[in-house]
């Protein structure tokens, strides 16, 4: 049985509703606008039964807010009621955009902001809700997922902390380390990747990429995103290469070990495509150095391809690398905040995820499965597939 004839047989939870906090509001619109043209096409045996009026609506987002006072303190406000709705929360904590007034200060919203005025959304509820579902792309702390000295474990109480409040589900992507789940075994927490998106937007720009063996390789640019690249090269059908970070761990440099060298493993690379895939670039350093060396390793192009493009320090070095000719394309999604100097280089691509998005929160309100959502391995092959199908006839 397909999704969508799952989707018609199956009863929703409670009536939709989606909170998007101020960092998420564009992202939220562009979702609202795909749940609203899923709902009026779908044939759903009960959308036009009076216990699910609302079902079908023109529109699915609910007015709140977190207004400051002139102190800097906030408090969460609804404007709507929540009673009895299967609520979604959509927040990005990476948006440091947004901005609020302190005394006579302006202040840029930091993660920490974005957190807790995602706590006061919910406390706003005061358990009046179905079910809060918090839909949190990037993943807030995730990469203090573990301790390694005297720290704190910073994501892990947050997920404990949100549990607590009453949240039943937590979907992300591509979490730093999804084992932190293990902090809150009892409550939901999905973790979605956008391989699809960003293998669609790849092929989508370049025409002439031959995906196989002999003439892509998949690099994973540290031990980390190594799972990552395994699976993605499997499904693409090409082989896997590896960096591996050389640290100094003598030295704590902004709050971590300095690299001092990256260092390849894998076959040769020699005129050869090649797709680095990680889920974040900060600073970018890590990536651009893996750039670098692969194509001194006589690397043909070199594409990166990330969820989050942060790009914490700025454009200035990409661009620098992009003119030295170290890389083609970056390609990322728009799950996180990205300014205008970001989406204004001609070498970057953005991946929209709305629709994969707002996909997810009506099968979740629907209980369906997401199996095939969370490894969408048969729509990358059927589009590589007919990719290649399209390359090859271009050259007959």
Partial sequence: MSKIEELEKAMPVAPLKLIALKGAASLGERINQHLISYRKNINNTFKNDPAFQGYVADNYLLKADCPRFGSGESKGVLYESVRGTDLYILVDVTNYSITYSMGQFENHMSPDDHYQDLKRIIAACNGKAHRINVIMPFLYEGRQHKRTARESLDCANALKELGEMGVSNFITFDAHDPRVQNATPLYGFDNFSPNYQLTKMLLHQVHDLIIDKDNTVVISPDEGALDRAVYFSTVLGVNTGMFYKRRDYSVIVNGKNPIVAHEFLGEKIDSMDVIIIDDMIASGESMLDT?????????????????????????????????????????????????????????????????????????????????????????????????????FDDEE
Avoid: W
């Avoid at 192009?301 to 989050?308: G, K, P």
């Avoid at 979740?364 to 490894?375: E, G, P, R, Y």
């Fill in 291 to 391: 750039s670098r060396q692969l194509k001194e390793m006589n690397a043909r192009r070199v594409f990166l391809c990330v969820t989050f493009g942060l790009f914490t320090n700025g454009m200035e070095s990409f661009d620098n690398a992009y003119e030295k000719g170290y890389f083609d394309y970056v390609i990322t999604t728009n799950l996180t905040y990205l300014p205008p100097e970001v989406t204004s280089r001609s070498y970057v691509l953005v991946a929209d995820m709305s629709k994969f998005m707002a996909s997810i929160i009506d099968f979740s309100n629907h209980d369906i499965s997401f199996a095939k959502v969370l490894t969408p391995t048969e729509k990358i092959n059927k589009i590589v597939s007919d990719y290649n199908r399209r390359v």
